[in-house]
């Protein structure tokens, strides 16, 4: 059971857009923490989409966005690509725990 | 360029522990954490714990209190996490990670580097 709640999948057609939804408490994203996004590909290490809620690491391309408001956020992804079929995870900080908390991640399915 | 370069893979049999390493490059090792994070095969992240590289203070994650032991060693800019007491359910693969935060304005707390991960196999 993890702390911040995702659906577990969502599926869209190329160059269709999708969105994931993250959602929290009051002891984390309520409580104004910043939201973070990962994506993982198949058999790879996490690699870091989004961070402080809708800042673009370099090379990540400006297809991948994000947003957050109360106790959740979104990550939408534009003109979706084959090559974005991975897993994708929330993260934020909780201060009950004094450290990261994660969701159990969505799998995208680019149909 | 930042790296972090995890030891390799370690097959244990259960009741024993497992230590696995993560060597930090391309930036100064004491000014950044260290956090741990477990991913069960076909399963999500989970966090375990965090270090300071800078003076060795330790957080760990509820479920993994007792059991998990996070040090370091400054001279080769290593981090280290121990999981004793090992379980067949433990099985997974452990992956280090940087963690970009400032404290005084509360920015950011992401992880910005991750190691390549780290497969930990427990069985009879």
């Known amino acids: 059971q993890s702390v911040l709640t995702q659906p577990p999948s969502v599926s869209g057609a190329p160059g269709q857009r999708v969105t994931i939804s993250c959602t929290g408490s009051s002891s984390n994203i309520g409580a104004t923490y910043d939201v973070h996004w990962y994506q993982q590909l198949p058999g790879a290490a996490p690699k870091l989409l989004i961070y402080v809620n809708n800042n673009r690491p370099s090379g990540v391309p400006d297809r991948f966005s994000g947003s957050k408001s109360g106790t959740s956020a979104s990550l939408a992804i534009t003109g979706l690509q084959a090559e974005d079929e991975a897993d994708y995870y929330c993260q934020s900080y909780d201060r009950s725990l004094n450290g990261a908390v994660f969701g159990g991640g969505t799998k995208l399915t680019v149909l | ?124």
Request: aromatic share 16%; proline share 4%.
């Open chain 2, 1 to 124: 360029q930042v790296q972090l370069v995890q030891s390799g893979a370690e097959v244990k049999k259960p009741g024993a522990s497992a230590r696995v390493s993560c060597r930090a490059s391309g930036y100064t090792f004491t000014n950044f954490y260290i956090h741990w994070i477990r991913q069960a095969p076909g399963q999500g992240l989970e966090w375990m714990g965090w270090i300071n590289p800078n003076s060795g203070d330790t957080d760990y994650a509820p479920k993994f209190q007792g059991r998990v032991t996070l040090t370091r060693d400054t001279s080769i800019s290593t981090a280290y996490m121990e999981l004793s007491r090992l379980r067949s359910d433990d099985t997974a693969i452990f992956y280090c990670a940087r963690i970009y935060y400032h404290p005084l304005t509360g920015y950011g707390y992401y992880l910005d580097y991750w190691g390549q991960g780290t497969l930990v196999t427990v069985s009879s």
